[in-house]
């Protein structure tokens, strides 16, 4: 089996990928708290596990993924009291916006999602081990876990104890007997959503939900944990205290987190009112350009959010279709050897196949993987459009080529995955409905300038071309017929 590299945040350097009992993998990846729209940043994350799934899938491990969801916080109570919805209805709505998200941005489900709220009597029952064994303490129906008695509190983030004190947003209570003590079990306030525990009346804090939901569908040590670097500090680093103190076992062997989505180099965040929801991304662009632009840095890089910038990805999507459509349309003609510039292109898939794996198993390194299939495309371009016809050999290269394309970049990036047909059937069909064009006007000026064309009435052709770039309709002849997209 290759040999898979990932940056660990726990040792601060890339190592080899060990799981502890391959082939089994084991990833726990923290979901969303469902009380908004999901938006970019929770793509991203979504995407880039993803990726990891499917490529920990391709190197041939069988990989349990687990990725939760927040279901009862402190947002989601405040939220559903302003909106004066129950708090259940609340999260099916914004969960459900999420997985219709991830469905259209052909993210595969996990192999389980679980729910806090579902997960009550594990929860408290992780509560009552770390009471025993005194990292745990109850106050006024509330439970704290006591960070001073855990000896390597701040190993993940490298926070010192005493440093933590001034400079970190604590939540401040009379009831901690240290204030960097966090909460484990809530009391319920009057109108709160609660169930019922050896402390009374409540609900599970934040962090604990994690601990005891990964130890029940992955074991003590996860192999691969997964989160975005704003989740370093506190809420991984509150995850390992109180699962390490109360298996006494290390809790992850392979901390992996994503840096985050940027808007003008500031975190993206509801908090901030700067985040662009995935409705509105889905209802602008076709779920493959938004995949690829999550894509197109390196997963523990900044991601900076433009409609420039995913523009740009846009072009570069939509010339990947241009160039399978234009495969589809050939067919052999003639017996025959390969051409000079099929040889040529023989050789770059061959080079493209070894770069490809390669990238992805240097710390799963999309950006590098996606240049090295831009490089293959444009070798690819150069040769569907410059014939008209092909012989056997050269037919044969491109079904090799599709075939290459299907296992490694649908399998293990995702993009890809639809017919170039029907790509630019939807593509150019949502297009003009924004412009308020017809498809069926665009389509007979396309054919009566092909036919001017031919007809060699070069003024006519001119002038519809004109007029169709005038309306942002972009032409490309070849000699296999005219190709137009909308910009």
């Known amino acids: 089996m290759k040999k898979l590299k990932l940056y660990n945040t726990l040792t601060r350097k890339v190592e080899v990928f060990e799981p502890l009992s391959p082939p089994e993998v084991g990833i726990y990846v923290c979901g969303i708290t469902a009380y908004d729209s999901p938006h970019l940043g929770h793509a991203r994350s979504a995407v880039i596990f993803d990726v990891l799934y499917r490529f920990l899938q391709y190197l041939g491990y069988k990989v349990k993924y687990v990725r939760n969801i927040t279901d009862i916080d402190d947002k989601i109570i405040n939220r559903s009291q302003k909106e004066g919805i129950f708090w259940r209805d609340l999260v099916k709505k914004y969960t459900e916006e999420y997985h219709r998200a991830l469905e259209r941005l052909n993210v595969l489900p996990p192999s389980v999602e679980p729910k806090a709220s579902e997960h009550?009597?594990?929860?408290?029952?992780?509560?009552?081990?770390?009471?025993q064994k005194g990292f745990a303490y109850e106050s006024g129906g509330d439970v704290y876990f006591e960070v001073k008695k855990f000896k390597d509190y701040g190993k993940l983030s490298g926070r010192k104890i005493d440093e933590l004190i001034s400079g970190v947003r604590i939540e401040v209570s009379e009831k901690k007997r240290d204030p960097l003590d966090f909460a484990l079990w809530k009391s319920a306030k009057p109108g709160e959503p609660f169930w019922e525990s050896p402390w009374g009346k409540g609900r599970p804090?934040?962090?604990?939900?994690?601990?005891?939901?990964?130890q029940k569908y992955l074991g003590d040590t996860l192999d691969i944990h997964g989160?975005?670097?704003?989740?370093?500090?506190p809420h991984h680093e509150n995850e390992i205290a109180q699962s390490e103190a109360a298996t006494g076992k290390p809790f992850v062997r392979y901390f992996v987190h994503h840096g985050l989505?940027?808007?003008?180099?500031?975190?993206?965040?509801?908090s901030l009112g700067n985040f662009v929801t995935m409705d509105y991304l889905l209802e602008k662009f076709h779920p493959e350009v938004i995949r690829t632009f999550l894509l197109t840095k390196h997963y523990r890089s900044p991601l900076d959010y433009s409609e420039k910038g995913i523009k740009d990805v846009e072009k570069a999507v939509y010339r990947l279709y241009e160039t399978l459509?234009?495969?589809?349309?050939?067919?052999?003609?003639?017996?025959?050897l390969l051409s000079k510039k099929a040889r040529r292109l023989e050789k770059k898939l061959s080079a493209f196949e070894e770069e490809f794996e390669n990238s992805l198993l240097e710390d799963l390194n999309t950006a590098k993987a996606l240049g090295h299939l831009f490089s293959l495309e444009n070798e690819l371009y150069g040769f569907v459009s410059s014939r008209p016809s092909i012989t056997q050999e050269e037919a044969n290269l491109l079904e090799k080529i599709k075939e290459v394309l299907r296992d490694k970049v649908q399998k293990v990036l995702g993009i890809l995955v639809a017919s170039p047909e029907a790509f630019w059937e939807t593509e150019r069909e949502k297009k003009l409905k924004e412009k308020g064009e017809d498809f069926q006007r665009i389509e007979i000026l396309v054919k009566e300038r092909e036919k001017a064309r031919k007809?060699?009435?070069?003024e006519k052709a001119d002038k519809i071309r004109d007029e169709l770039e005038s309306e942002g309709i972009v032409l490309k002849d070849t000699p296999l017929g005219t190709f137009w997209y909308v910009e």
């Open 205 to 214: 804090g934040w962090h604990i939900e994690c601990s005891a939901m990964s």
């Open 227 to 233: 989160g975005g670097l704003d989740l370093i500090f």
């Open 120 to 131: 009550i009597p594990e929860i408290i029952a992780f509560i009552e081990t770390l009471i």
């Open 455 to 458: 007809e060699k009435d070069f």
């Open 261 to 270: 989505i940027t808007v003008n180099g500031e975190k993206m965040s509801k």
């Open 325 to 336: 459509y234009w495969c589809e349309k050939l067919s052999p003609q003639k017996e025959g």
